[in-house]
Antibody, heavy 118, light 107 residues
Framework: QITLEESGPTLVKPTQTLTLTCTFS??????????VGWIRQPPGKALEWLALIYWDDDKRYSPSLKSRLTITKDTSKKQVVLRMTNMDPVDTATYYC??????????WGQGALVTVSS | DIQMTQSPSTLSASVGDRVTITCRASQSISSWLAWYQQKPGKAPKSLIF???TLESGVPSRFSGSGSGTEFTLTISSLQPDDPATYYCQQYDSFPWTFGQGTKVEIK
């Protein structure tokens, strides 16, 4: 079965770069149609889609955050990495990675809470 | 960006009640809509995709309908396990966008 797990720092300082890793199992990111995306959720607020990478290395980003985001994949390690630069306290959120097959997010990781504070 | 608007923001109903949540898109998204259930402290769980297709293992009391710009999620008989926040999400085009959520409570 498909599982995903987020890992990374729980606390980052303002202006720092956040690097989160999604380690997955149960599928290959080299298979046609497969993708992994990132979604975040500030405490008590709604979900916000950030980025997505497909099996063919097609990458999609939220327009409002595009300048700060980079998504990459390592197919052999079964990992997807999200980098977000210039972190600010408003970026405090639970960050989720999720599996997709051409469309919606059908399986989610448990989430990683990241706090931005000096 | 396509804006997704859910209503109501909160609803309170009794066990056994029929519950309906509405999701409106700012432009047509055909049937490219998903519904998620999120319980406190947990990750969202996919319930319905392509507006009306139930994920495997999701109880049949959940159903989805609609196309174009108007969609509904219905719980035919609210159960004690159903209190959660429900989100709609369009995947017709990037950026994917979510509704603001509907919190369902038991009276």
């Amino acid at each position: 079965q498909i599982t995903l797990e987020e890992s990374g720092p729980t606390l980052v300082k303002p202006t720092q770069t956040l690097t989160l890793t999604c380690t997955f199992s149960g599928f290959s990111l080299s298979s046609n149609g497969m993708g992994v995306g990132w979604i975040r959720q500030p405490p008590g607020k709604a979900l916000e889609w950030l980025a997505l990478i497909y099996w063919d290395d097609d990458k999609r980003y939220s327009p409002s955050l595009k300048s700060r985001l980079t998504i990459t994949k390592d197919t052999s390690k079964k990992q997807v990495v999200l980098r977000m630069t210039n972190m600010d306290p408003v970026d405090t959120a639970t960050y989720y990675c999720a599996h997709t097959t051409f469309d919606y997010a059908d399986k989610w990781g448990q989430g990683a809470l990241v706090t931005v504070s000096s | 960006d396509i804006q997704m608007t859910q209503s109501p923001s909160t609803l309170s109903a009794s066990v056994g009640d029929r519950v309906t949540i509405t999701c409106r898109a700012s432009q047509s998204i055909s049937s490219w809509l998903a519904w998620y259930q999120q319980k406190p402290g947990k990750a969202p769980k996919s319930l319905i995709f392509k507006a009306s297709t139930l994920e495997s293992g999701v109880p049949s009391r959940f159903s989805g309908s609609g196309s174009g710009t108007e969609f509904t999620l219905t719980i035919s008989s609210l159960q004690p396990d159903d209190p959660a926040t429900y989100y709609c999400q369009q995947y017709d085009s990037f950026p994917w966008t979510f509704g603001q959520g509907t919190k369902v409570e038991i009276k």
